[in-house]
């Protein structure tokens, strides 16, 4: 008689396949398209799954200006960025980083 195993074995480094994906944020909000986007960069949406592997895909995001944000966040929302030096501390609020964005 066979003996019958439960267990998955895990996948290899060369055995993982990655595929690429648009997405198009226009109209989105972003918290919530941020999570699906995570999901897909760490791979947690395959049924080949393993935690000490990098099984994520790649994701192109398209249309990042025109993101949206829920109640005053988009005056309210700041964006830092510490560089480790005294005064090295950067501050944007995100209507200003969007606005450098678009001029980009």
């Known amino acids: ?3 019958i ?3 998955t074995k ?3 480094i060369s055995q993982v396949k990655r595929d690429w994906y648009e997405v198009n944020v226009s109209d989105e909000i972003l918290g919530r398209i941020a999570t699906k986007i995570s999901l897909i960069l760490q791979g947690k949406r395959k049924s080949t799954f393993v935690p000490h592997l990098d099984c994520g895909d790649y994701v192109v995001v398209v249309n ?3 993101v949206k944000l829920t109640g005053k966040k988009p005056m ?7 560089s480790g030096y005294p005064g090295g501390l950067k501050k944007v609020v995100f209507d200003q980083l969007i606005k450098k964005m678009r001029l980009l």
């Open 1 to 3: 008689m066979a003996k």
């Open 5 to 7: 195993t439960t267990t």
């Open 10 to 12: 895990p996948i290899k």
């Open 64 to 66: 990042a200006t025109k």
């Open 76 to 82: 309210t929302k700041i964006y830092t960025k510490y």
